[in-house]
C-alpha cells in the first residue's frame, strides 16, 4: 500500500508541475473535436482535398507520377492505406489532429530539455496547439499536419540524443517520410545533416546510422518514380513551377528564348503576378503551347524540360528581378495581413459552406455534400483571434540568425561568445528557413507552408532569445522545483535532476 502511495504521489506531482500544458492540451483538443463536429467529415475549402482523394482511390504509381506530378506521393499513399475502403476519411482527420497535439507537446518537451523556463515552454506550446490555422488543416485532407510531426519529431530526435543509435535511425527515417509528403523537407537535410555533424563528429557509426535511415525512404521514393517514369528523381514537374513563379518576369525582348518556347512569352494581358495561373490555368500560354504535364512519362519530361529552359533563360536575363521577388515573397512569411495570391482564406474556420462540391468533388466521391454545423459560427469568431503570430515568428527569426551570426563571429575571432545552444538554434531555424526560401524562389507564398513549420522557428526562437538575454535576471533558466515523493511512511523530497545544456 505504501508503494502505492509512493506512486499516487509521484504522478500527482508530475501532472502538478506540467498543470498548464495540460490545460492547454485540454483546450486545444475541445477545439478539435469542436472542429470534427462542425465540419465532419472533412473540411473542403481547398480542392487540393479532391486532387489527393483521386489519387488515392485506385492508387497507381505510373498514373500518379503522369497524371500527377505536382504532389508527392507520400500522402496519397497515405490515404490509400487508411482511408480505403469507402473515404474513411474521418480515422485521417482524427490522426491529423492527434499530429497536430502531439507536435505542441514536442515543442514543450524539446524547450524544458534545453532548460527554457517553464511559462515560455508552456507559451510556445499554446501557440502550436491553439493555432486554428493548424487545425483547419487538420479538419481538411491535406499533408501538412504529418509534415509538421515527422519534421518536427526528426529534429527534436537529433537535437536530444546524444548516445543511442535507434533515436537517430528513427529520426531519419521521420525525415525522410517529411520529404515525401512535401518534397520541400529535401532541402532541410543540409542543416539536419550539419547539426549530426557537429554533434556525432567523432561517432562515424552514429552518423552512418541516421544516414542509412534517411536513405531508405529517399531511396524507395526514387525508386517507385525511376519504375513509372523510367527516370532518376523525385518528381518531374519543377520547370513548371518554376515557370510559374517568373512568369510574369518574362520578357522576349530582353531575353535569348530558348527554341521552341517563343509561344511561352506572354502578352501584356497576361502578365499576371499569379503562379497559379501560368501552371494551372488552361489560359496560360503553357497550357495553350503544351496542354499539360504530358499523357505518358517521355512526353511529360520533354514538356518540363522545354518550360524550365524559358524560365531559367528569364532568371538569366532579369536576375535583379527575379531576386526581388523572392525576398518580397520570403518576406511575406513573416509580415501580418493576407497577401495577394494566398488564398490564405481557404485556410479558414467558416460559419458556412457551400454544400455543392463542385464537378471535381462529384467526380471523385458522388453525393458528398459540404457540411458546417453549429458550433461553426463559434469556431469562426475564434479562428480570426487565434493564427499563426507571423510577427512573433519574424521575430525568432531575428534572434536566431543574430545569435549565429555572434557565434560565427566569436569562432573566427577564437573569443567564444556566451551561448549555449547555438547547434540547437542553427538546426530549429535552418531547416524551417530553408524549405521556405526554396518555396520562395521555386513557388509561391502560402500561408499553409509557414504554418506547417511555425513549431520548428518558434523552438528555434525561443531559444536563441534566451541564449541574447542570458545575462539578464528573468532570462536565466531556472532549475525544476524538487518533487515531494512519499515513501515509507515519510514525506521526503527528491532532488531535482540537473539540467544538461549543449555547449556550442
Known amino acids: 500500500m505504501t508503494a502505492v502511495r509512493a506512486q499516487w504521489a509521484r504522478w500527482r506531482a508530475l501532472l502538478g508541475q506540467h498543470r498548464w500544458l495540460l490545460g492547454?492540451?485540454?483546450?486545444?483538443?475541445?477545439?478539435?473535436?469542436?472542429?470534427?463536429?462542425?465540419?465532419?467529415?472533412?473540411?473542403?475549402?481547398?480542392?487540393?482535398?479532391?486532387?489527393?482523394?483521386?489519387?488515392?482511390?485506385?492508387?497507381?504509381?505510373?498514373?500518379?507520377?503522369?497524371?500527377?506530378?505536382?504532389?508527392?506521393?507520400?500522402?496519397?499513399?497515405?490515404?490509400?492505406?487508411?482511408?480505403?475502403?469507402?473515404?474513411?476519411?474521418?480515422?485521417?482527420?482524427?490522426?491529423?489532429?492527434?499530429?497536430?497535439?502531439?507536435?505542441?507537446?514536442?515543442?514543450?518537451?524539446?524547450?524544458?530539455?534545453?532548460?527554457?523556463?517553464?511559462?515560455?515552454?508552456?507559451?510556445?506550446?499554446?501557440?502550436?496547439?491553439?493555432?486554428?490555422?493548424?487545425?483547419?488543416?487538420?479538419?481538411?485532407?491535406?499533408p501538412e499536419a504529418f509534415y509538421t510531426f515527422a519534421l518536427m519529431a526528426s529534429c527534436v530526435l537529433v537535437a536530444t540524443q546524444r548516445s543511442s543509435r535507434w533515436p537517430l535511425v528513427l529520426a531519419g527515417l521521420l525525415l525522410g517520410a517529411a520529404a515525401a509528403l512535401r518534397l520541400s523537407a529535401l532541402v532541410a537535410i543540409p542543416a539536419w545533416a550539419l547539426f549530426l555533424a557537429l554533434r556525432h563528429w567523432r561517432r562515424p557509426g552514429l552518423l552512418a546510422a541516421a544516414a542509412v535511415a534517411l536513405a531508405i525512404p529517399l531511396g524507395a521514393y526514387v525508386g517507385a518514380h525511376a519504375s513509372a517514369t523510367g527516370r532518376i528523381g523525385f518528381a518531374d514537374a519543377s520547370g513548371f513551377f518554376l515557370y510559374g513563379r517568373v512568369g510574369h518576369l518574362a520578357d522576349c525582348r530582353r531575353m535569348d528564348v530558348p527554341p521552341g518556347t517563343r509561344a511561352l512569352c506572354p502578352t501584356p494581358a497576361e502578365r499576371i503576378d499569379d503562379p497559379g495561373f501560368y501552371i494551372w490555368d488552361q489560359q496560360s500560354p503553357a497550357r495553350r503551347l503544351l496542354g499539360g504535364w504530358g499523357s505518358t512519362p517521355e512526353k511529360q519530361a520533354a514538356n518540363d524540360a522545354l518550360v524550365g529552359s524559358f524560365a531559367r533563360a528569364t532568371i538569366r536575363s532579369r536576375p535583379l528581378a527575379y531576386a526581388g521577388l523572392v525576398a518580397r515573397d520570403f518576406s511575406y512569411f513573416f509580415t501580418p495581413g493576407i497577401k495577394k495570391w494566398s488564398f490564405e482564406g481557404s485556410l479558414a474556420l467558416p460559419s458556412s459552406v457551400d454544400p455543392d462540391p463542385g464537378p471535381l468533388g462529384e467526380s471523385v466521391w458522388r453525393g458528398y455534400r459540404n457540411h458546417a454545423r453549429y458550433p461553426a459560427p463559434l469556431l469562426n469568431g475564434l479562428w480570426h483571434v487565434l493564427r499563426t503570430p507571423r510577427w512573433l515568428l519574424a521575430i525568432g527569426v531575428?534572434?536566431?540568425?543574430?545569435?549565429?551570426?555572434?557565434?560565427?563571429?566569436?569562432?573566427?575571432?577564437?573569443?567564444?561568445?556566451?551561448?549555449?545552444?547555438?547547434?540547437?538554434?542553427?538546426?530549429?531555424?535552418?531547416?524551417?528557413?530553408?524549405?521556405?526560401?526554396?518555396?520562395?524562389?521555386?513557388?509561391?507564398?502560402?500561408?499553409?507552408?509557414?504554418?506547417?513549420?511555425?513549431?520548428?522557428?518558434?523552438?528555434?526562437?525561443?531559444?536563441?532569445?534566451e541564449d541574447l538575454l542570458s545575462g539578464t535576471r528573468w532570462a536565466h533558466p531556472r532549475p525544476p522545483r524538487a518533487l515531494p515523493v512519499r515513501a515509507a511512511g515519510e514525506v521526503t523530497v527528491r532532488p531535482p535532476a540537473p539540467v544538461e545544456h549543449s555547449h556550442a
Open 24 to 142: 492547454i492540451l485540454a483546450a486545444a483538443l475541445v477545439l478539435r473535436v469542436a472542429t470534427t463536429i462542425a465540419y465532419r467529415p472533412m473540411l473542403v475549402e481547398i480542392n487540393d482535398v479532391w486532387g489527393y482523394l483521386n489519387l488515392s482511390r485506385d492508387l497507381d504509381l505510373r498514373r500518379h507520377f503522369v497524371e500527377a506530378p505536382d504532389r508527392p506521393l507520400g500522402y496519397p499513399l497515405a490515404l490509400w492505406l487508411l482511408a480505403r475502403p469507402g473515404f474513411h476519411v474521418g480515422l485521417v482527420t482524427a490522426l491529423q489532429h492527434l499530429a497536430g497535439l502531439a507536435t505542441g507537446v514536442l515543442a514543450y518537451v524539446v524547450l524544458l530539455r534545453f532548460g527554457v523556463r517553464r511559462w515560455m515552454a508552456v507559451a510556445a506550446a499554446a501557440v502550436v496547439l491553439l493555432d486554428c490555422y493548424a487545425i483547419a488543416l487538420e479538419q481538411a485532407l491535406m
Open 398 to 465: 531575428l534572434a536566431a540568425l543574430v545569435s549565429l551570426a555572434l557565434g560565427l563571429v566569436g569562432a573566427v575571432g577564437r573569443r567564444p561568445v556566451p551561448g549555449f545552444r547555438r547547434r540547437e538554434t542553427l538546426l530549429f531555424a535552418g531547416v524551417p528557413l530553408a524549405t521556405l526560401l526554396v518555396t520562395a524562389a521555386t513557388a509561391q507564398f502560402g500561408i499553409r507552408y509557414v504554418v506547417g513549420v511555425a513549431p520548428l522557428l518558434l523552438v528555434a526562437g525561443i531559444l536563441a532569445a
